[in-house]
C-alpha cells in the first residue's frame, strides 16, 4: 500500500476502505508517514468527505493507537459524559457525584485545555490538595470504593488523534464533520466506558456556532458510538449565552456546590437533569427521563449528592471542607461590578467575547504553558431577558489586578446589548438524540 495512492483516491472522491485507513493511521503514529502527505489527505476529506464507514474506521484506527483504559474491574455499567465546550461550562463538577450518588458509577477522563477557563481537572484543583494524577489502580479503586473518580487524560490515549488533531489546527481542516467526531469519539472509545453520553452545545459560545450543525455532529457521534458496540445519546443545549452566572475556575466550582445544595440556576440545573437522565437510562437504572428526573432531584435534596462530592474530593487528596464552606475556596482581591449604562432588555451577551474576558482576568490560558489564577473571573447578575436599571450591576468582576479588570470590564460592556423590547425566548436545550 502507498500512502500516495490513498491521498490520490480520496482526491478523487474513493471511498476509503478500513485497511487503507488502518495503513495510514498506523503509519502517521508510528512516524513513518509524513506530516505533508497526511496533511493532503486531510484536505482531500475536508472537500470530499467521508462515508460513515470511513468514519467509523477512522475513529476505531485511532481508538486503537495507543492504551485503551481496560475498566473490566468495575463490575457495573461505567457512563462517561463528554462536553464540546462552552463558557461556563461546569457540568462535570455537578453531575458526576448527582449520576454517582444515584449508584451509577461514574470513571472520567478530563483534561486541562487551553481557552477562556481551565479544563474541569483545573477548575477540581481550586480545592486544596486535589490531584488528579491517579494511576489506573487507584482511579479503578475509587470508583468501586465511592463510585466516582476523574483522571487526568493519559499521554497514551489515542495518539493517533494527538497528532493529528494538532495537524489539522494548522492546516486549516479542523470544521469537518467526519473528522470531528471521529476525534472526539476515538479518545471516549479508548477511555473505556461502556456508554457514552454527549454534551453538545450551540451558539457563540461553542464550537458549533449553528444548531444545525451541532445536530449534524451530535447525530454523526452517536452513530459511531452505537456501531462501535456503546450505547452513546446527545443532548444539545443552548450556548449563546454562558451556562449559569459563573465563569471562571474557583468561582464556577462554588456554582456547583450551590447547585448540589439546591441552589443552582436554572439553566444549569436544567442541563445536569438532562445528561443526568440520559447516563441512569444508559446505565438500566431508570426506565424514562421522568423517573431519572426525580431520582437526581432526590440525591440534591437530601444532600447525598453534595456529599458524595465531598467523598471524591477527599479520595482525590483534597479537602471536604472545602465543599461544605465553600468561601475557603481561592477568592481575588478585586470584586467590582460592571455598570449598565442605559436601561432596557439585556438582548444579547456575546458568549465568546464573555470567555475572553475571563481570559483577560488570568482565568483561562494562552498557551500551554501559561500558569492559570483559579479565583478570577466573572458572575454575571444579568442574563438575556432580564431587564437592568442604568447603573445597576451587570456583572461582578473578580480581579487580581486593577488593569486586567479594567480591560475585562470595556470588553463585558462590548459584548453586552441592551434594548427596549425583551428578546425572544429560545429553548434551553434544543434536542436529544438517541
Ligand atoms: N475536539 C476534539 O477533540 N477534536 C476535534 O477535532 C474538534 C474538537
Do not use: W
Not at 454523526?220 to 456503546?230: C, L, Q, Y
Not at 431508570?286 to 431519572?292: E, R, T
Amino acid at each position: 500500500m502507498r500512502m500516495y495512492d490513498i491521498i490520490m483516491k480520496k482526491r478523487n472522491g474513493g471511498e476509503l476502505s478500513s485497511e487503507e485507513i488502518q495503513f495510514f493511521i498506523d503509519g502517521y503514529t508510528r512516524g513513518e508517514i509524513p506530516d505533508y502527505q497526511v496533511s493532503a489527505l486531510m484536505m482531500a476529506v475536508y472537500f470530499q468527505k467521508m462515508t460513515e464507514a470511513e468514519t467509523l474506521a477512522l475513529t476505531m484506527a485511532m481508538a486503537d493507537s495507543g492504551d485503551r483504559l481496560d475498566l473490566s474491574q468495575i463490575h457495573r455499567i461505567k457512563v462517561d459524559k463528554h462536553s464540546t465546550g462552552g463558557v461556563g461550562d461546569k457540568t462535570s463538577l455537578a453531575l458526576a457525584p448527582m449520576v454517582a450518588a444515584c449508584g451509577i458509577p461514574v470513571a472520567k477522563m478530563s483534561g486541562r485545555g487551553l481557552g477562556h477557563t481551565g479544563g474541569t481537572i483545573d477548575k477540581l484543583e481550586s480545592f486544596p490538595g486535589f490531584s488528579t494524577a491517579l494511576t489506573t489502580q487507584q482511579f479503578i479503586e475509587n470508583v468501586n470504593r465511592i463510585g466516582i473518580a476523574i483522571m487526568g487524560q493519559t499521554a497514551d490515549l489515542a495518539p493517533a488523534d494527538k497528532k493529528l488533531y494538532a495537524l489539522r489546527d494548522v492546516t486549516a481542516t479542523v470544521d469537518n464533520m467526519s473528522l470531528i467526531a471521529s476525534s472526539i469519539m476515538s479518545k471516549k472509545l479508548a477511555a473505556g466506558a461502556d456508554a457514552i453520553v454527549l454534551d453538545v452545545k450551540t451558539g457563540s459560545g461553542a464550537f458549533m456556532k449553528k444548531e444545525s450543525d451541532a445536530r449534524a455532529l451530535a447525530e454523526e457521534m452517536v452513530k459511531i458510538g452505537k456501531n462501535a458496540g456503546r450505547k452513546t445519546m446527545a443532548v444539545i443545549s443552548d450556548m449563546d449565552q454562558p451556562l449559569g452566572y459563573a465563569v471562571g475556575n474557583a468561582l464556577e466550582v462554588k456554582e456547583a456546590i450551590e447547585t448540589l445544595k439546591g441552589r443552582g440556576p436554572a439553566d444549569f440545573l436544567e442541563l445536569c437533569l438532562s445528561l443526568g437522565s440520559q447516563m441512569l437510562i444508559a446505565a438500566g437504572k431508570a426506565g424514562n427521563d421522568s423517573q431519572a428526573g426525580k431520582m437526581l432531584e432526590a440525591v440534591i435534596s437530601d444532600g447525598s449528592a453534595l456529599e458524595k462530592m465531598a467523598e471524591f474530593v477527599e479520595a482525590q487528596g483534597g479537602s471536604r471542607e472545602a465543599v461544605y464552606h465553600p468561601e475557603l475556596l481561592p477568592k481575588a482581591h478585586i470584586v467590582r461590578p460592571v455598570l449598565a449604562a442605559v436601561s432596557g432588555y439585556i438582548d444579547h451577551i456575546v458568549c465568546d467575547e464573555v470567555g475572553i474576558c475571563s481570559l483577560l482576568l488570568g482565568g483561562g490560558r494562552e498557551t500551554k504553558e501559561s500558569g492559570i489564577d483559579l479565583s478570577v473571573g466573572l458572575v454575571l447578575c444579568k442574563k438575556a431577558g432580564d431587564y437592568v436599571r442604568e447603573g445597576e450591576a451587570l456583572a461582578m468582576l473578580h480581579a487580581n489586578d486593577e488593569g486586567k479588570a479594567e480591560a475585562a470590564e470595556k470588553r463585558y460592556l462590548a459584548a453586552c446589548s441592551i434594548t427596549d423590547m425583551p428578546p425572544e425566548k429560545t429553548p434551553f436545550i434544543k434536542a436529544v438524540i438517541v
